[in-house]
């Protein structure tokens, strides 16, 4: 997985929306900074059974959560990698970050 700090992220994405913002309209890039340098906001939820939780992993792995705790990873490969090995690994031939030749024995259904 991908981390940054939240001040970097926070400070590029106001950075970017500010150039975008400045050249369009100054009098709405000044309403907007508020916004863009306000504490971030996270809202943690938790999975109804009807619900799956998909989180980026890297380059197109994703990896898929169900609330009755089966994981899939898409695109399984041995650059980009869950946590913990998932219950199910998808995978294509695009290139070596869309496949692997050795998955985690852990893994039960391997779809390559």
């Given amino acids: 997985m991908c981390h940054f700090p939240r001040n970097a992220v926070r400070t590029v994405v106001g950075l ?15 309403l907007c900074k508020p916004i863009a340098q ?4 996270v809202i943690p939820a938790s999975l109804r059974s009807d619900e799956a ?15 009755r705790g089966v994981t899939i990873s898409t695109d399984h490969n041995d650059v980009w990698k869950p946590p913990s090995p998932p219950r199910v ?3 294509n031939r695009a290139h070596s970050t869309h496949f692997t030749l ?11």
């Fill in 53 to 67: 939780r998909i989180t980026f992993v890297g380059h197109s792995t994703f990896l898929i959560e169900t609330a």
């Fill in 16 to 30: 970017i929306a500010g150039l975008w913002l400045s050249a369009a309209s100054p009098a709405l890039a000044e």
């Fill in 102 to 112: 050795n998955p985690e024995r852990e893994i039960e259904h391997v779809l390559h």
């Fill in 89 to 91: 690994a998808t995978m």
């Fill in 38 to 41: 306000g504490p971030m906001r």
